[in-house]
């Protein structure tokens, strides 16, 4: 008797997984092409990001074009060489924006990220801009490619995805091999609570259009302890075809720029360049408006590859 009713559960969840991801995918359809009327809600607990076009608008409101501009002007600075990168690495890139506005301005860009879904949506965005991209389908701890960069970037404190000291240092190392000579890496840390101070919620709102998306992340942790922690993330995107909400719980790690500056001297591997805040020359890390802390590091001489 067991032997029989197994398949018809199985067919049953099947069916309801099934029907689930067509409800899904059609709200994130109608985020992309909102004019059909068929307004639905659903909300659903799920990894953020295997939805990049949500993921992509909860950062629209950053200035892309003159952040890159500033990375540019930073890595003419720092790097001796006075010149414009020939070739840049995103980390942890998502849907690349940053690597998509290198490539537009005919500089060769590639994006590693882990999902594999962020890299295929990359691929697409960069193809709807008529551009170049390589995309890498990789962890950020430990990586190697064949090809070497002038500039690799992580960008909106995406290095808070690796949480063990030990890791870091993996991590910078494998950033070093892909550098070229004098080849800079560049770390935009979020300004966050210092130890043992109360972790607070973030929320803001963006619109596009006839589309608007709340995002809240809330610490599920009540005071930073300079440790990973959990973090609750939700997305709500209303558009003409109804509401869409997603959930998930995100372990993250903040790392302070003492914590980094720290494991770059025992990586052995760089040398910090210059520090800046908001993209800004005229904005110091310390300074009360900073929102970030943007680390420049220059690669040692005689660092093998």
């Not at 690796?162 to 800079?184: F, P, T, Y």
Request: charged share 25%; hydrophobic share 40%; aromatic share 6%.
């Amino acid at each position: 008797m067991q032997g029989r009713t197994l398949p018809v559960k199985l067919w049953a969840a099947y069916m309801t997984a099934v029907r689930s991801v067509a409800i899904i995918n059609s709200i994130l359809n109608g985020i992309m092409n909102p004019r059909q009327p068929n307004r639905k809600s659903f909300s659903t607990r799920r990894n953020v990001y295997d939805a990049p076009e949500l993921y992509q608008m909860a950062y629209s409101y950053r200035n892309i074009k003159a952040e890159v501009s500033a990375l540019i002007r930073w890595f003419k600075k720092n790097s001796g060489a006075r010149k414009t990168p020939a070739a840049v690495l995103e980390l942890a890139s998502g849907p690349a924006d940053h690597a998509i506005e290198f490539a537009k301005r005919g500089i060769s860009a590639t994006a590693l990220d882990i999902s594999q879904t962020m890299c295929r949506f990359a691929r697409r965005q960069a193809r709807q801009r008529s551009v170049s991209l390589k995309t890498v389908n990789e962890d950020m701890i430990g990586f190697s490619l064949k090809h070497r960069y002038d500039l690799v970037i992580t960008m909106i404190d995406s290095i808070n995805q690796i949480h063990a000291a030990k890791d870091m240092i993996k991590h910078l190392r494998s950033v070093a091999a892909c550098l070229a000579e004098n080849g800079l890496y560049v770390i935009e840390l979020a300004k966050h609570e210092k130890e043992g101070e109360q972790l607070q919620d973030m929320q803001w709102s963006v619109r596009r259009q006839n589309k608007k998306l709340r995002v809240v992340w809330r610490p599920l942790t009540a005071r930073a302890n300079g440790k990973s922690y959990k973090v609750s993330l939700e997305l709500t995107a209303d558009t003409e075809r109804g509401r869409l909400q997603l959930a998930d719980v995100l372990n993250v790690r903040t790392w302070s720029p003492k914590d980094i500056e720290r494991l770059v001297k025992k990586s052995g591997c760089f040398r910090i360049a210059a520090r800046y805040a908001n993209f800004r020359e005229d904005v110091r890390p310390s300074d009360r408006e900073a929102i970030n802390c943007i680390l420049m590091l220059r690669k040692l001489p005689n660092v093998s590859n």
